[in-house]
Structure formats: C-alpha cells, structure tokens
C-alpha cells in the first residue's frame, strides 16, 4: 500500500469508529437510513415501467451496503447525503443522489434498498434491491485492502438468495415473471483498475497488457451475465466505465499540469467499453429473449467535460469535497473540506461525480437526452419494445 493511500486511511480511521458486521448477520442490522419519496420535480410515472429495478455494482452505486460492513469504503457520514432528499449521509459516496436513483423515477419506482439494510421480508424486496459493494470489482480480491466488500459474483449470489425468498412466497411462475419483467442495472470495473491493475497488485502488469486485461475482465462479465440470464434475468444495462483518467485522484497523482486528464488511463477504460460493447452486442444474439443495453459512460462523461459550461459547470478539475491538488491528495473525511455548492463542481472527491453529473448521465441512459451513449438504443426505447 503506497504511503497516500495509507495515511488517508488513518485519517479516515481517525473519524470514525469501524464495526465489523459479518454478511451472515445482516438481517439484524437496523436499517436507520429513511427511504425518501419522489421528489414532486422529479421524473416520474405514475405506472411503474417495470415492476423492480435491481442494482449490482461498486461504490458507483452503492446506496448503503457498506455501512454495514468492515471497510474503510464508506460513506456514512456527512458531507455525504448533504444534498440528498433527506439531507443526510445514507451510505451513497455523493453529495446527493446516485444514478439508480434518478433511474429509479424515470422508471416509477422507489428508491431501492440496500440488501444488508431491508429486512429481509419479500415486501421490502418486492420494487428492487441495491447489492452494489463500494469497493467491489470483476475480480475478487479488487479492493481488498480497504476491508471487507461484496464481490461481483457473491453480489449474484445474493440475487440468487432473493429470487429464492420470491418463490418461497409468491410461487415459482410469479417469480419468474418478475424477475424477467424487471431490470437490471449492472455498474462495476473501475476498482478492477484504481485498486488492481494501476496499482500493479500481484505484478499483473507483467502478466497482463492493458488490452489483454481488458479482455479478461470482459469475459468474467459474459459470464457473469450469463450467470443471470440463468436465473430468468432478461432486461440488462451494462454501465461502461467512467473516464477515471480525469478523476482528481489521478490528475494529483499523475502531476497533471494544467487539469489535462491522464490519457494512458483513459485509453485502458476507452478499449475496457470498447470490448464491453462489443461481446453485449454478442450476448443480444446469443441469449434468446435477453434484452441488454451498453451505455458507455465514458462518451457520456467526456462530453459533459468538454462542454462543461453548456452544463453549468465552472470547476471541471477539483473535487468538490478533498485536500491536496485537485482536491485529489485525501478523500473526503470531514465537511469542513467541502465546497460550499457541489452543483457547479463535476467531481465531488476523489473518485465519484456529483449528483448534477449523475442526472445528466441518466437523462441520456434513459432517453439519450443530452448525448448518445447507450447502444443499441436507449433504456426507454428497450422497454419500448
């Protein structure tokens, strides 16, 4: 572990007092965090589009499982949820919410729930749950260092678990035709990179060139999508990767002059999406009746960047929320090291966008709004059909 990455982890520590909660015990765990209500101003149906929404994926996504787990990946206490509808941290690694939830209103649902923080009951489940694990990633051992995190594949175990607990109580045919009714949004790899790859854990540069890599992760994800498509899964986003190139960790790391984002990492997640798209266009025509989407974060992302002001944003480079160059030497341990108005900032600390970033990616998941970055189509087009 390099000496930033371990003293940010004493400072982290230094905030808080961790307790360690093992997955076997999290249906004892009280679920504190309030579930809030559609905004009035939010996109919504009256009619939900699909009857639940389910979510796998890193801290991209993460709307709480880790606070119930030993991890330095939290994000459980302020500025964290400052500008989310309750106005208090809740576990999303934001300053407010995170894309599944604006997805969630565009679809007529809820907001999910975190799978260790419902409580257990078929009604909490019924709408959708969030398994997504900040620090997670394609690989197992991806994050490890930061503690405890629930990997891609034990994610779709507990999916397994849930479909379970649906038949159980509603019988096998109506399961099925809920889990094949609803979606699922998968948004996962970065920490294959941030945490594996760019830190050359195991000496796997020299096992692996980046496109070699790349190819690896994507076939653990083909399957891994397969693994679900067993399980009756139909309707699929695969989110690509953001371009954490431009992250300000990276930009303070790498000594980047003048905010240019490090290329050699972006080009990495450029090929990752690149394959990733390719073998979703592959799964379409091998799985019978699967309807998976790619939607390609990084062209979503480079164009809010690049037209940063047509967005609304003025600070394009630093966090909101940090210390150190770029606001990218330390992630964001206190509200003192908080900027005032996160909605013109692009980045909120170290590594996640802001909640205004968040909804412009999903107004183009959903309906290509701003830019296309969805492929074959758009998620409403899909449901369309």
Known sequence: MDYTLTLALFLFISFTFLQAISLQYHQEAPNNTPTPSPSPSSPSVSTPMVPALFVIGDSSVDCGNNNFLGTLARADRLPYGRDFDTHQPTGRFC?????????????????????LGQNGSVEDMVHGVNYASAGAGII?????????????????????????QFILSMGEDAAADLISDSLF???????????????????????????????????????EIKNLYNLNVRKV?????APIG??????????????ECIEMINDMI?????????????????????????????EGSMDIIQNFDHYG?????????????????????????????????????????????????????????????????????????
């Not at 197992?140 to 779709?156: A, K, N, P, Y």
């Not at 050359?200 to 060139?209: D, F």
């Not at 986003?237 to 990767?241: E, N, S």
């Not at 990752?272 to 990084?298: K, P, S, T, W």
């Open 95 to 115: 300053n407010g919410r995170i894309p599944v939830d604006y997805l969630a209103l565009y679809l007529g649902l809820p907001f999910v729930p975190s799978y």
């Open 140 to 164: 197992f051992s991806s994050g490890s260092e930061l503690g405890q995190h629930i990997s891609i594949t034990q994610q779709i175990q507990q999916v397994t678990d849930t479909i379970q």
């Open 185 to 223: 949004y998968i948004s996962i790899g970065s920490n294959d990179y941030i945490h594996y790859y760019l830190r050359n854990v195991s000496s796997v540069q020299s096992l692996y060139l980046p496109w070699s890599f790349n190819q690896f992760l994507a076939q653990i994800m083909v399957q």
């Open 237 to 241: 986003v695969v989110m690509g990767l």
């Open 246 to 259: 431009c992250a300000p960790y990276y930009l303070w790391q790498y000594e980047s002059e003048n905010g």
């Open 270 to 298: 450029l090929e990752f999406n690149f394959v990733m798209r390719y073998v979703v266009e592959e799964l379409n025509q091998e799985l019978h009746g699967a309807n998976i989407i790619f939607c390609d974060a990084l």
């Open 313 to 385: 944003f003025n600070v394009t480079t630093d966090a909101c929320c940090g210390l150190g160059k770029y606001n990218g030497w330390i992630m964001c341990i206190s509200p003192s090291m908080a900027c005032s108005n996160a909605s013109n900032h692009i980045w909120w600390d170290q590594f996640h966008p802001t909640d205004a970033v968040n909804k412009i990616l999903v107004d183009n998941v959903w309906s290509s709004k701003h830019t296309e970055m969805c492929y074959p189509m758009s998620l409403k087009d899909m449901l369309a059909q």
